[in-house]
């Protein structure tokens, strides 16, 4: 008996706070991080950041964009999340698409509240600011000055200049607390050597007769919707309505540019907040959103305001319906994190990168890209302009004759080679079909002027991009043309006469789409050299000859700015060769159009930055198609799935062409002898692959990927992979209602494979004085809804059954309080006069509680529907099938 009253307060407590517990995340800090001991980061310099480069240190002042600590799972952790993965992807796994939230994964596979909370009152307590913890507890994001970096990081911030390009970087690696060694893995944000944008300027002085009044042959949004079978879709009513696509940015935009845009093309205008330079500050239209993160970037020099034009304009052509999330901050990979991090979008639409080998965070990249997929997300990126050569640019090529040969080796874009990562290459149409064949003489008001009725109903075959060999073909058929000969009508100094594919690569520089095998996500402990690439994918069911690591890109799409080049709308600032301020398609309407493509340097541009916002709109129509909900995760094991049974005509394979490019013999010295150029030093080789080189079945090659795609026939494909029945999906996540307001709360139900049961729904409110009324059943893909009540407050007395759970809650501490205390004494009387006091104590209360009542039986003490966020369950079913979903009413 003693034993029970010695543990009866501890059993007491565990009972009270029984109801709170749940299984926490154990911490990862090791110690305190004010000790003074720390730790290098190591492969945490850029490789740029180097000495002969360096400028000096910066102003101390100076503010860098937003910075990021970088956390990687443990090894238990990424075993769980690649079964997960795989699971996801699994039709006879009980996890198979049942996606994550940023909080569930943070729960399984994040840092402890506590490791964060450490981490962010120690950038706090070094002076940073706009200190967010990432929802999934994987990362932490602040901004601060180069002084700030270098009393925390014991790292100093300097300028570089790299070939005439300026640039700021941290000169050492960064050091943290110890007590964070193997916990915190990467800092992002100490330089600004950033991925490159994806998009290429049409050559002006090429083919001028292209540039016409009545658009010529250029690709609008009608061509597109024709070319890729979109119109069978759209005809349907799939359009992305309801739908939401996320566009990756770093820099301010003006409104206008994308209404002319839009305008011109039968598409609804938007309605934003602008400055006074019309620049967009804020925006919640149903057919746009912007969202910035950290430091606000501004209106960028770099080719970065006519990206976000291109990627926001056509995704938009694509997904007409949809809402497209501009996400702005100061790196396209930081809105990435903070899209994902957010769960902004099923879709994620991202045209800018790096080769593997200058992404030296590329493990901690890897990491928050398999978060987006676990969240559901399908995340899209350009495979890249510059070839086979892919960590060659301007800055890279040489310089001496012969010019622009490519010196960095054999090199694939990241992320696009990330398995997690649908990687989009680049086509182009050939020469021989710019014909009447495929295009008519006027167009429509979507600009489309490709025939439907062609020989390929609509269909134009294509070739892989590579702009050096098709202009040299051009030249070769039209040798007297002043752009082949001196580049226009004024000699472009340095010009040669272009009489083959390298003569036209020194004239333009490297124009092609990026492909091949992965060859450097693993690289030496310094980070000096390429060791090996990501694995091959189990569902990545191709065979290429001699490789055996992950093959990019997946599909591809129209990407030359020549052949025939995309029209789209842009600042004239951005146009080389063309001078004035404002939108090059004002203003606005089938006008702007007219404009953009008559002024010296015509509005149209290409780039694998092109079929990346063509294909996540593809996807977004496909998330409507398929009532998927939130989305589809990675499409890869789908698409390679479909694209073994070439009947279905998925994909229209591109086997001709090639992406190879000139390149300096022998370089670079410092990587794998199968990565350099072939040849000598002092010599010129070639490197690349070609798209004759094809797997048997599929068509599939390392240049255009399964090529491009039929999209209604993939639409049908993919729905005819799931069983008979129906799917259920919201069309918002929440509502907003004021308390005695009623709200109508819009779900799709899609019947599946041929099944017309009839589907009824029931609703679970839990909100107070709230009333949630089904819809009535169908038996046909439908629009349903849930029509909810609320009560407004109201005055009401007060019953008496109301205060006896509040007397009872009063008296029941005290009560085992005083028990507590009584059991724990050897004397009885003692016992006794405690126990009586205890009585008297009791008494007093329960008259108190009475007296007070809660207030005046006058006052307005009915509620009606408390304010506050509920969770409310909606249920379809049919037969032994039950769908159930969840939204949040705010009620305000």
């Known amino acids: 008996m003693r034993m029970v009253k010695s543990l009866l307060p501890a059993l007491l407590l565990a009972s009270l706070f029984s109801s709170l517990s749940y299984a926490a995340m154990p911490d990862r800090i090791s110690g305190a991080l004010t000790s003074g001991q720390t730790v290098t980061l190591k492969g945490n310099v850029h490789r740029k950041a180097l000495p002969q480069f360096d400028q000096g240190p910066v102003d101390p002042a100076m503010r860098l964009g937003t910075i990021t600590l970088m956390t990687l799972p443990t090894a238990a952790q990424q075993r769980a999340i690649t079964q997960l993965l795989a699971q996801q992807q699994d039709r006879k796994s009980s996890n198979y698409h049942k996606w994550l939230t940023p909080e569930q994964y943070a729960d399984r596979f994040g840092l402890s509240q506590n490791d964060m909370q450490q981490m962010a009152a120690w950038l706090k307590a070094k002076g940073f600011s706009m200190i967010q913890v990432a929802r999934g507890r994987n990362w932490i994001s602040f901004t601060g000055t180069a002084a700030q970096v270098q009393s925390a990081f014991g790292t100093e911030i300097h300028h570089y200049n790299v070939n005439g390009e300026l640039h700021y970087a941290n000169a050492t690696p960064p050091m943290v607390p110890a007590a964070l060694r193997g916990v915190i893995t990467g800092l992002r944000g100490l330089h600004d050597f950033l991925p490159r944008p994806m998009g290429i300027r049409r050559n002006a002085a090429l083919r001028p007769d292209y540039n016409s009044s009545v658009y010529g042959a250029l690709v609008a949004p009608g061509d597109i919707a024709t070319i890729y079978d979109i119109n069978a879709l759209y005809d349907a009513g799939i359009d992305g309505s309801g739908q939401k696509l996320a566009v990756m940015g770093r820099t301010d935009i003006y409104l206008a540019d994308i209404n002319d845009f839009r305008t011109g093309f039968g598409l609804s205008s938007i309605s934003c907040t602008t400055n006074s330079s019309g620049v967009i500050t804020a925006c919640s239209d149903p057919h ?16 970065d305001i006519s990206e976000a034009d291109l990627d926001l304009e056509w995704s938009g052509a694509v997904a007409r319906g949809a809402q497209i999330i501009y996400v702005n901050s100061s790196d396209t990979f930081t809105s990435f994190y903070d899209a994902i991090n957010d769960n902004l979008a099923p879709v994620i639409s991202l045209s800018y990168g790096e080769c593997e080998f200058d992404d030296n965070l590329l493990s901690l990249d890897e990491a928050e890209l398999q978060q987006g997929n676990l969240q559901g997300i399908t995340i ?12 060659d640019y301007s800055a890279t090529v040489t310089t001496t004759p012969p010019v622009n040969l490519a010196t960095q080796g054999l090199a694939v874009s990241y992320p696009a ?18 014909s009447s064949t495929y295009w008519g003489p006027s167009n429509g008001t979507d600009g489309g002027s490709v025939l439907p009725n062609g020989p390929q109903n609509g269909y134009i075959p294509e070739q892989v991009w590579n702009d050096d060999a098709e202009i040299a073909q051009y030249c070769q058929q039209n040798s007297g043309s002043t752009f082949c000969l001196q580049g226009g009508t004024n000699q472009v100094s340095g010009w040669v006469p272009i009489i083959s594919a390298l003569t036209a690569q020194e004239d333009i520089g490297i124009s092609s789409t990026g492909g091949g095998a992965s060859n450097c996500s693993v690289q ?5 050299a390429c060791v090996s690439g990501f694995p091959k994918p189990s569902w990545q069911t191709v065979t290429i000859s001699g490789q055996s690591t992950r093959l990019s890109p997946d599909v591809s799409f129209l990407s030359t700015p020549n052949f025939p080049g995309y029209i789209f709308c842009t600042q ?15 203003p606005g309407g089938s006008a702007g159009i007219t404009n953009a493509l008559n002024l010296n340097n015509p509005s149209i541009i290409g780039g694998t930055s092109a079929s990346t916002p063509l294909f996540a709109g593809i996807v977004t129509l496909l998330n409507q198609y398929l009532a998927s909900s939130p989305g589809l995760g990675n499409v890869n094991p789908m698409l390679y799935s479909l694209a073994a049974t070439p009947s279905n005509a998925v994909f229209n394979p591109v086997t001709t062409g090639d992406n190879t490019v000139y390149c300096a013999g022998g370089e670079p010295t410092a990587q794998p002898l199968a990565y350099r150029c072939p040849g000598a030093i002092g010599t010129t080789g070639v490197l690349g692959f070609q798209a004759s080189n094809a797997d048997a079945t599929t068509g599939y090659n390392l240049v255009a990927g399964l090529g491009s795609v039929d999209v209604n026939n993939l639409a049908v494909a993919w729905a005819g992979t799931l069983s008979s029945g129906f799917t259920f999906t919201p069309t918002a996540a929440s509502y907003q209602v004021a308390q005695g307001s009623p709200i109508d709360a819009i779900f799709t139900v899609a019947m599946v494979g041929g099944f017309n049961s009839p589907v009824t729904f029931t609703c679970t409110d839990p909100a107070p004085a709230s009333i949630c009324t089904a819809p009535l059943q169908v038996n046909a893909t439908a629009a349903v809804s849930f029509h909810i009540t609320t009560t407004a407050p109201s005055a009401a007395a007060l019953r008496p059954s109301d205060r006896g759970p509040r007397i009872f809650y009063a008296v029941l501490l005290p009560g085992l309080l005083g028990i507590m205390f009584t059991a724990g004494s050897r004397r009885r009387s003692l016992r006794g006069m405690r126990f009586l006091g205890l009585i008297v104590v009791l008494g007093f209360s329960t ?12 006052g307005p003490s009915n509620p009606g529907t408390a304010k506050g966020t509920y969770h409310i369950t909606v249920t379809a079913t049919s037969g032994s099938t039950i769908s159930s979903q969840t939204f949040d009413l705010v009620v305000q």
Do not use: M
């Not at 030496?524 to 000096?528: K, L, R, V």
């Open 524 to 528: 030496t402990a310094d980070f000096s």
């Open 380 to 391: 899209v990126n350009s495979s890249g302009d510059s070839g086979a050569a892919e960590c």
């Open 847 to 858: 008259l108190w509680l009475a007296s007070c009542g809660g207030g005046s039986s006058s």
């Open 572 to 586: 004239l600032s951005e146009l080389t060769g063309d001078s004035g301020t404002g939108s090059s398609c004002a």
């Open 417 to 434: 080679s990330s398995p997690e990562v649908t990687g989009t290459g680049g086509t182009a149409i050939p020469l021989a079909n710019f």
């Open 288 to 303: 746009f959103s912007y969202k910035l993160y950290g430091t606000d970037p501004g209106l960028s020099t770099h080719g």
